[in-house]
Antibody, heavy 128, light 108 residues
Framework: QVRLQESGPGLVKPSQTLSLTCSVS??????????WSWIRQPAGKGLEWIGR???????DSNPSLKSRVTITVDTAKKVFSLKLTSVTAADTAVYFC????????????????????WGQGTLVTVSS | EIVLTQSPGTLSLSSGERATLSCRASQSVSISDLAWYQQRPGQAPRLLMY???NRAAGVPDRFSVSGSGTDFTLTINRLEPEDFAVYYC?????????FGQGTKVEFK
């Protein structure tokens, strides 16, 4: 079973850039049926999807964060990364990386998507 | 964006009872575009159900989903101690992907 592991600074100063990396334990990062997402969760609150990247490098992100988010992938190193610029206290959260699997179902003519693998999460605190 | 509203916020039940969790979407989505996750304290969410009736690996058949249009339900039959957790619905119908705010199933 694939394992995902987030890494990066646990403390970032306001107005600076939050940088996190997710390491993927197997070669699924090169697989065409997957995309790779970042999701965050403020303490005691719900989940917010930040954005995703496909193996080929195309990205999609939440409009609420889009201008501040950059997601990149390095398939050779089996990692994908998140940069979030101009952070404020509102960006304090546990950040998860997750694999989105999509497989086509002939019966419905649709893709079945799900976040089937998650990292354990890493707490990032924005504070001076 | 599609807003998902879960109810109730908290469900107080005993082991062996049935839990019925609701997820309402702000616009019509296919049940095939919904997924459900379980999150225990201090842990990452765990995939439970996706693509209408698909259970993730290791998920027992006491978990089931139903619904259509804008109203969906996750049912947990015969609650076991390990089922007491927070549950989230999530949609893949339209980007940005969104989650409901969660329903906590707690011991009565």
């Amino acid at each position: 079973q694939v394992r995902l592991q987030e890494s990066g600074p646990g403390l970032v100063k306001p107005s600076q850039t939050l940088s996190l990396t997710c390491s993927v334990s197997d070669d699924s990062i090169t697989g065409g049926t997957y995309s790779w997402s970042w999701i965050r969760q403020p303490a005691g609150k719900g989940l917010e999807w930040i954005g995703r990247i496909y193996t080929g490098g195309s990205t999609d992100s939440n409009p609420s964060l889009k201008s501040r988010v950059t997601i990149t992938v390095d398939t050779a190193k089996k990692v994908f990364s998140l940069k979030l610029t101009s952070v404020t206290a509102a960006d304090t959260a546990v950040y998860f990386c997750a694999r989105e699997t999509a497989d086509y179902t002939v019966l419905t003519g649709k893709y079945n998507r799900r976040f089937d693998q998650w990292g354990q999460g890493t707490l990032v605190t924005v504070s001076s | 964006e599609i807003v998902l509203t879960q109810s109730p916020g908290t469900l107080s039940l005993s082991s062996g009872e049935r839990a019925t969790l609701s997820c309402r979407a702000s616009q019509s989505v296919s049940i095939s575009d919904l997924a459900w996750y379980q999150q225990r304290p201090g842990q990452a969410p765990r995939l439970l159900m996706y693509g209408a009736s698909n259970r993730a690996a290791g998920v027992p058949d006491r978990f089931s989903v139903s619904g259509s249009g804008t109203d969906f339900t996750l049912t947990i039959n015969r609650l076991e101690p390990e089922d007491f957790a927070v549950y989230y619905c999530q949609q893949f119908a339209m980007s940005p992907w969104t989650f409901g705010q969660g329903t906590k199933v707690e011991f009565k």
